[in-house]
């Protein structure tokens, strides 16, 4: 694998000479102001192209589309529109009765006019109804009644249909008051709330991440540096996922996503970069060896970690859901950006500072005379001491607590988003609640049953039949006959989604037919999508979990480390699927958090949010490991390399963590409950993880390990030495070192023999 740098930091106290500047370093510093100059050029090219993005973005995506569920919806809304309502006008006649002449007047005029509207199609109403479809229509007080209509085209073109005929059709018509619901409307409001969140996220994110950043550095001039890093990287992904919205469909959701990590991820990058920089310069280095060892150290290891990163997004694309699809769009998109802009950007902007990258220490103004700062790292330091010291207690003890944090998930129940997705206020939420607790059935929640195949009225009725004796059905209704089409409603009891009407989609598709049938409905999609992601998670954890040991193999050359790596990561996501559960799903802190739980969690986000949580816990996984192997590499001393690596990052992984923690909370302000669970509970997992699991369980483990923990087989000690991410310099050295253990009959001897390997910082 190619080097970032060969470069490493003179010592001219020894009377060496300066090595030479490696190449990377001579690309990203030889022309530092037409480097900067040509990243604001394209920044500003990519806020011309990201403009609008959000409009472009779908509200949908949840459903297979190769499913059964999926093609049935296609042919009824192709074949008979009217089946396939999607806007709701909920008529509200007050004190009087719905059948009043006055209201059945307003009513039909107000049917009238919508059927003439471009755009919409198959509208009905309470007062069109045939007696046996209109009990359906109608309240169970007799005071509100339903029209229903279809609004034709894409997720966009339904949007700019709604805003046009939505003012003419909401509020007071002289007996009745009318409020917007449906499908159509719930989305339309969601992604308009989801737009409006963002913004308002993003304005209490990066005032206090720039807060925090100056607490970290000290230096407003360092804190600004990551800052515009994260900036750079978001406004390159929205014109991505711009270009991305001609050729695909993409989830409105990624815009979070792109938000969070953008800011998160360029933060961490910039963050060990700006730091190990700066540490550099404290030795005594000038600025442009010091970024010639900081991009060999610290920049190989963002690099790397941007890559760990990638993968377990990456894995989302096993889905054939566009809403996961969207996350790995939106989270490649960002990681790359944020590395890249992390390894030729800032190098460039911290040749031209030099010192004064340290520049406007704000700290001075809280300090008391001169007193001496403590050491840096002393408390991590004796964190790991102490650890070490009870390794066993803190392993058992740790492990105990992350699976007792996680243990609410074994009771997860699986749903699908729905208007309770949305604040209780919102008009669409308020109408589907009326719908819920005043109609008869569920209005617009059945399944239907597509039948395809002439056949004669004989046979469907048979079907009809045997449709109805089903147990878990309350009525059956049809056929509707169009050519060699016919389709049927099947009214299921209970709610529209829960277990008794999951298994009438199974019961419905296993009926014998003269006929070919496929069932569609709110509760076939979930079906349908549950089997959709339990046939690929394997593949996608199996993908994850050995591109993630193959990555850390070759970081660290060990085959127990990346074992380690993939165990703890996964352990630390407990919490969070145990906090999902028993917030999101069983409604505790509902009212503090401000949203309404429906009593099951979206089938599609755990996928997600253990495929971005997994990604972050590896993120801050190698900053540790990247510097325990590099102490390790120069002594040879394990239990000095594990402590000296978290004294040296125990802080900044910390320091990261409640950075990214604060972006996720901020995402998770949310009024939208998709997006609030995530931004919650990832905040809560990379928070565990800092906190509990990198600062805890590793060294802990690793102290139980010993030197075991760093042991491979020869032929992986060569496979190591021949591509491994090991520094420029030492790799003939490792290579021959490898060689010549082997040749012995012995493992290779204790890195501290390599007379080339850095020194540890």
């Given at each position: 694998?190619?080097?970032?740098?060969?470069?490493?930091?003179?010592?001219?106290?020894?009377?060496?000479?300066?090595?030479?500047?490696?190449?990377?370093?001579?690309?990203?510093?030889?022309?530092?102001?037409?480097?900067?100059?040509?990243?604001?050029?394209?920044?500003?090219?990519?806020?011309?192209?990201?403009?609008?993005?959000?409009?472009?973005?779908?509200?949908?995506?949840?459903?297979?589309?190769?499913?059964?569920?999926?093609?049935?919806?296609?042919?009824?809304?192709?074949?008979?529109?009217?089946?396939?309502?999607?806007?709701?006008?909920?008529?509200?006649?007050?004190?009087?009765?719905?059948?009043?002449?006055?209201?059945?007047?307003?009513?039909?005029?107000?049917?009238?006019?919508?059927?003439?509207?471009?755009?919409?199609?198959?509208?009905?109403?309470?007062?069109?109804?045939?007696?046996?479809?209109?009990?359906?229509?109608?309240?169970?007080?007799?005071?509100?009644?339903?029209?229903?209509?279809?609004?034709?085209?894409?997720?966009?073109?339904?949007?700019?249909t709604l805003d046009r005929i939505a003012p003419h059709y909401r509020g007071t018509h002289g007996a009745v008051q009318v409020r917007l619901g449906g499908m159509v409307a719930v989305r339309h409001e969601m992604q308009t709330i989801i737009k409006e969140d963002l913004t308002r996220a993003e304005l209490i994110a990066l005032p206090i991440t720039l807060v925090l950043l100056v607490m970290v550095f000290g230096s407003a001039v360092a804190a600004l540096l990551p800052l515009g890093i994260g900036i750079v990287a978001i406004l390159g992904t929205?014109?991505?996922?711009?270009?991305?919205?001609?050729?695909?469909?993409?989830?409105?959701?990624?815009?979070?996503?792109?938000?969070?990590?953008?800011?998160?991820?360029?933060?961490?990058?910039?963050?060990?970069?700006?730091?190990?920089?700066?540490?550099?310069?404290?030795?005594?280095?000038?600025?442009?060896?010091?970024?010639?060892?900081?991009?060999?150290?610290?920049?190989?290891?963002?690099?790397?970690?941007?890559?760990?990163?990638?993968?377990?997004?990456?894995?989302?694309?096993?889905?054939?859901?566009?809403?996961?699809?969207?996350?790995?769009?939106?989270?490649?998109?960002?990681?790359?950006?944020?590395?890249?802009?992390?390894?030729?950007?800032?190098?460039?902007?911290?040749?031209?500072?030099?010192?004064?990258?340290?520049?406007l220490d704000l700290r001075r103004l809280f300090r008391r005379g001169r007193e001496p700062e403590p050491a840096a790292g002393t408390a991590w330091a004796r964190t790991a001491g102490l650890v070490m010291r009870r390794a066993p207690l803190f392993a058992l003890g740790t492990t105990a607590l992350l699976v007792l944090l996680g243990l609410p998930f074994l009771g997860v129940r699986f749903g699908t988003a729905d208007d309770r997705q949305l604040p209780a206020s919102a008009e669409s939420h308020v109408v589907q609640q009326h719908l819920r607790?005043?109609?008869?059935?569920?209005?617009?929640?059945?399944?239907?049953?597509?039948?395809?195949?002439?056949?004669?009225?004989?046979?469907?009725?048979?079907?009809?039949?045997?449709?109805?004796?089903?147990?878990?059905?309350?009525?059956?209704?049809?056929?509707?006959?169009?050519?060699?089409?016919?389709?049927?409603?099947?009214?299921?009891?209970?709610?529209?989604?829960?277990?008794?009407?999951?298994?009438?989609?199974?019961?419905?598709?296993?009926?014998?037919?003269?006929?070919?049938?496929?069932?569609?409905?709110?509760?076939?999609?979930?079906?349908?999508?549950?089997?959709?992601?339990?046939?690929?998670?394997?593949?996608?954890?199996?993908?994850?979990?050995?591109?993630?040991?193959?990555?850390?193999?070759?970081?660290?050359?060990?085959?127990?480390?990346?074992?380690?790596?993939?165990?703890?990561?996964?352990?630390?996501?407990?919490?969070?699927?145990?906090?999902?559960?028993?917030?999101?799903?069983?409604?505790?802190?509902?009212?503090?958090?401000?949203?309404?739980?429906?009593?099951?969690?979206?089938?599609?986000?755990?996928?997600?949010?253990?495929?971005?949580?997994?990604?972050?816990?590896?993120?801050?996984?190698?900053?540790?490991?990247?510097?325990?192997?590099?102490?390790?590499?120069?002594?040879?001393?394990?239990?000095?390399?594990?402590?000296?690596?978290?004294?040296?990052?125990?802080?900044?992984?910390?320091?990261?963590?409640?950075?990214?923690?604060?972006?996720?909370?901020?995402?998770?302000?949310?009024?939208?409950?998709?997006?609030?669970?995530?931004?919650?509970?990832?905040?809560?997992?990379?928070?565990?993880?800092?906190?509990?699991?990198?600062?805890?369980?590793?060294?802990?483990?690793?102290?139980?390990?010993?030197?075991?923990?760093?042991?491979?087989?020869?032929?992986?000690?060569?496979?190591?030495?021949?591509?491994?991410?090991?520094?420029?310099?030492?790799?003939?050295?490792?290579?021959?070192?490898?060689?010549?253990?082997?040749?012995?009959?012995?493992?290779?001897?204790?890195?501290?023999?390599?007379?080339?390997?850095?020194?540890?910082?």
């Amino acid at each position: 694998m190619t080097d970032i740098d060969t470069a490493s930091r003179p010592r001219e106290e020894s009377g060496q000479a300066p090595p030479p500047i490696g190449r990377w370093t001579r690309f990203v510093t030889a022309r530092p102001r037409l480097s900067l100059l040509v990243a604001l050029v394209l920044t500003a090219l990519a806020v011309v192209a990201g403009s609008g993005v959000a409009d472009r973005l779908g509200s949908g995506g949840w459903e297979d589309p190769a499913a059964e569920s999926t093609y049935a919806t296609k042919a009824l809304e192709r074949e008979f529109p009217d089946s396939q309502p999607n806007l709701l006008l909920l008529v509200d006649a007050g004190r009087a009765s719905v059948d009043d002449p006055a209201v059945a007047a307003e009513a039909r005029t107000l049917a009238a006019r919508l059927a003439a509207e471009p755009g919409v199609t198959g509208v009905g109403s309470y007062w069109q109804a045939a007696p046996s479809a209109a009990a359906a229509l109608r309240a169970k007080d007799g005071h509100e009644a339903l029209i229903a209509a279809r609004v034709t085209g894409d997720d966009s073109a339904m949007g700019r249909t709604l805003d046009r005929i939505a003012p003419h059709y909401r509020g007071t018509h002289g007996a009745v008051q009318v409020r917007l619901g449906g499908m159509v409307a719930v989305r339309h409001e969601m992604q308009t709330i989801i737009k409006e969140d963002l913004t308002r996220a993003e304005l209490i994110a990066l005032p206090i991440t720039l807060v925090l950043l100056v607490m970290v550095f000290g230096s407003a001039v360092a804190a600004l540096l990551p800052l515009g890093i994260g900036i750079v990287a978001i406004l390159g992904t929205n014109a991505v996922l711009r270009g991305l919205t001609s050729v695909t469909d993409v989830s409105v959701f990624a815009l979070n996503l792109t938000t969070a990590l953008g800011l998160g991820l360029a933060i961490d990058y910039a963050l060990f970069i700006v730091r190990r920089y700066r540490e550099e310069l404290s030795t005594g280095a000038a600025p442009l060896a010091a970024v010639g060892t900081t991009l060999r150290t610290a920049g190989r290891t963002v690099l790397f970690s941007a890559l760990t990163v990638a993968v377990s997004l990456a894995a989302m694309m096993v889905f054939p859901q566009y809403f996961l699809r969207s996350f790995a769009y939106a989270g490649i998109a960002v990681v790359l950006l944020a590395a890249a802009a992390a390894l030729i950007l800032l190098p460039a902007a911290l040749v031209l500072l030099g010192h004064r990258v340290n520049s406007l220490d704000l700290r001075r103004l809280f300090r008391r005379g001169r007193e001496p700062e403590p050491a840096a790292g002393t408390a991590w330091a004796r964190t790991a001491g102490l650890v070490m010291r009870r390794a066993p207690l803190f392993a058992l003890g740790t492990t105990a607590l992350l699976v007792l944090l996680g243990l609410p998930f074994l009771g997860v129940r699986f749903g699908t988003a729905d208007d309770r997705q949305l604040p209780a206020s919102a008009e669409s939420h308020v109408v589907q609640q009326h719908l819920r607790e005043g109609f008869p059935g569920t209005p617009g929640g059945g399944l239907e049953v597509l039948a395809e195949g002439r056949a004669t009225a004989a046979q469907y009725a048979a079907f009809k039949q045997r449709a109805a004796a089903l147990p878990e059905v309350v009525r059956v209704d049809g056929p509707l006959v169009k050519g060699g089409a016919a389709y049927f409603t099947v009214q299921p009891r209970g709610e529209s989604v829960d277990d008794s009407a999951q298994r009438l989609v199974g019961d419905l598709r296993a009926l014998p037919a003269p006929f070919d049938t496929k069932v569609t409905g709110t509760a076939a999609v979930l079906v349908d999508t549950k089997d959709a992601i339990a046939e690929r998670l394997p593949w996608a954890a199996v993908f994850i979990a050995v591109v993630t040991l193959l990555l850390v193999f070759l970081l660290t050359g060990s085959v127990l480390i990346p074992l380690q790596a993939v165990v703890l990561n996964a352990l630390s996501l407990t919490a969070m699927f145990g906090a999902v559960v028993w917030v999101f799903q069983d409604g505790h802190l509902s009212g503090a958090l401000g949203f309404t739980s429906s009593g099951s969690i979206e089938t599609t986000l755990p996928v997600l949010m253990f495929c971005v949580a997994f990604g972050l816990s590896m993120d801050y996984g190698v900053f540790l490991l990247s510097r325990i192997k590099e102490e390790y590499d120069r002594t040879g001393d394990h239990n000095e390399a594990v402590r000296h690596g978290l004294q040296r990052t125990g802080g900044l992984i910390t320091a990261a963590a409640v950075i990214l923690a604060v972006v996720m909370v901020a995402i998770g302000t949310s009024r939208v409950t998709n997006t609030k669970m995530l931004g919650l509970g990832i905040a809560l997992a990379v928070l565990m993880d800092a906190m509990v699991v990198r600062s805890l369980l590793v060294p802990a483990i690793m102290r139980l390990t010993g030197r075991a923990t760093w042991w491979a087989p020869a032929p992986l000690r060569r496979f190591h030495a021949r591509f491994g991410m090991s520094e420029g310099e030492e790799r003939g050295t490792t290579a021959r070192t490898a060689a010549e253990g082997e040749a012995a009959g012995r493992d290779a001897p204790a890195p501290a023999a390599r007379a080339g390997a850095s020194r540890g910082a």
